[in-house]
């Protein structure tokens, strides 16, 4: 059987401007750590990092 062909889509979003502040604003109070947040978002930590 032919392995299927996976299409990954290259469509960028824009963040506001202020999405860093926000970030570090969820960390601190949600008390999670970056990797928790990471791994709640996005499939790679260092994309947080």
Not at 15 to 41: C, H, M, N, T, Y
């Amino acid at each position: 059987m032919p392995r299927q062909r996976i299409r990954h889509s290259r469509e960028t979003y824009a963040f506001p401007v202020d999405f860093p502040e926000r970030l570090k604003r969820l960390q601190r109070e949600s008390g999670l750590s970056w990797s928790d947040i990471a791994r709640r978002l996005w499939p790679y930590r260092h994309t947080v990092w």
